[in-house]
């Protein structure tokens, strides 16, 4: 800047260095306050005005900008990297960026077009030193990203390979197929032309040429007031019918729930012609996708339940406990017991001290030698090596087969 050789100290530029240098000062620091010279520099002679003030300000200055521009962010990373050559048909605005001669500038004040390139106007920036830098960079940046990516899709990966795990394992456990085997209707059965026969594995074999609707009842089980069957993979919102087989999408042959009946169906339509093709009929829950392998059925905790309650029953129907017989000497003796057979064993058997078998005697004391055999509605025990009288109760099962 040419500042004229001014003669006269008073005509000297201080007021217009004091006035940039506070707008220097706003600018850079919004929170600045103009500072009040009749009350903190209260100068009388111009010769003093305000020097050590206007040295103070600029080291502040120095400190708070030491090159005119804003802290260096992503923005400003990102826009410098895109930058285009000078344009000297094209206006800029403040903080724009353009390349020249391998540096990035950034524009310091507005610009407007027409003008030739004015480098007073621009600041080169530290990322403009070196564009081969800033590649290198660019490439460091982008293998950390890839590794981050690769790393979180193998964790994306690990998860999903847990949920479908989790689908398998639950499958096995009883909830992936809802149709109890064996079915309700008997392997052999005919209608409307149509044969099936019910394979070991839960499969059902299908031969013949319809007549007529045909219909296989795998079951009679409430799955809710809405039909579906196998042709869709959309089932009632909570279960869905998959039928595994060659014939598992097509609308002749096809598994279906009719809620009218509860009954679960394999359904042939009629004019079809089925020569040996096996299938197996699955209900599912809905959300389980992409079912491929057939499960037989696997019975419910309640259901085992159940059935060992029943089963316990059958056992003590079964179970013959004979009257308590007193012994007092060596020999054979014959005892009643309505229901008895051959077929029947001796389970065990108790020996007391009293008549109403509540006091038993240790094992093998008595001494003696007991056997006992069982025929139609009577049981014969017989005793030797006798030591001393007891009383005997026998509880027989049937033989298993």
């Known amino acids: 800047m040419y500042f004229q050789p001014y003669g006269d100290e008073q005509q000297l530029n201080l007021n217009w260095i004091i006035n940039e240098i506070i707008n220097l000062h706003k600018q850079l ?35 708070l900008a030491p090159e ?15 930058a285009l050559p000078f ?71 690990s998860m999903q390979n847990q949920i479908d795990g989790e689908a398998y394992i639950r499958g096995k456990t009883g909830v992936k197929n809802f149709i109890p085997y064996p079915y309700t209707t008997a392997s052999g059965y005919s209608e409307a032309g149509i044969t099936y026969t019910v394979e070991n594995d839960g499969g059902i074999t299908i031969n013949g040429t319809s007549t007529g609707w045909s219909y296989f009842t795998c079951v009679r089980k409430r799955f809710g007031n809405l039909a579906f069957n196998s042709t869709n993979i959309a089932g009632n919102g909570v279960y869905k019918a998959v039928l595994i087989g060659a014939v ?27 020569n040996n093709i096996t299938v197996y009929p699955m209900i599912c829950y809905e959300e389980e996708i992409d079912v491929t392998d057939f499960e037989l059925y696997a019975k419910t905790n309640r259901e085992l339940t159940e059935e060992n309650a029943s089963l316990l029953g059958s056992i003590n129907s079964v179970c013959l406990r004979a ?79």
């Open 29 to 63: 620091d919004p929170d600045y306050e103009t500072p009040s010279f009749t009350q903190i520099y209260p100068y009388s002679n111009l010769n003093r005005l305000n020097l050590d003030w206007i040295l103070s300000e600029l080291k502040a200055l120095k400190e």
């Open 68 to 82: 005119p521009a804003p802290p260096l962010d992503i923005q400003a990373v990102a826009e410098a990297l895109v």
């Open 87 to 157: 344009d000297s048909t094209k206006s800029y605005q403040i903080f724009d960026y353009i390349s020249r001669d391998g540096e990035i500038w950034r524009a310091t004040e507005p610009i407007a077009a027409g003008g030739e390139w004015d480098e007073t106007k621009w600041f080169k920036t530290k990322l403009g030193t070196d564009l081969a830098v800033l590649d290198r960079w660019i490439n460091t940046i982008n293998n950390s990203l890839s590794a981050e990516i690769e790393a979180r899709q193998n964790a994306d990966n």
């Open 248 to 274: 598992s999408t097509t609308s002749t042959v096809y598994l279906g729930y009719y809620p009218n009946t509860n009954a679960v169906q394999l359904t042939v339509a009629p004019n079809v012609t089925m």
């Open 323 to 401: 009257a308590v017989k007193t012994i007092s000497a060596n020999g054979t003796s014959s005892n009643t017991l309505t229901g008895l057979t051959a077929d029947h064993v001796v389970g065990n058997w108790g020996m007391f001290s009293d008549a109403a078998c509540t006091t038993p005697i240790p094992e093998n004391s008595p001494t003696c030698d007991i056997t006992i055999t069982a025929a139609a509605n009577s049981w014969t025990v017989t005793i030797a090596n006798f030591s001393s009288s007891f009383y005997l109760r026998p509880t027989f099962i049937l033989k298993q087969n």
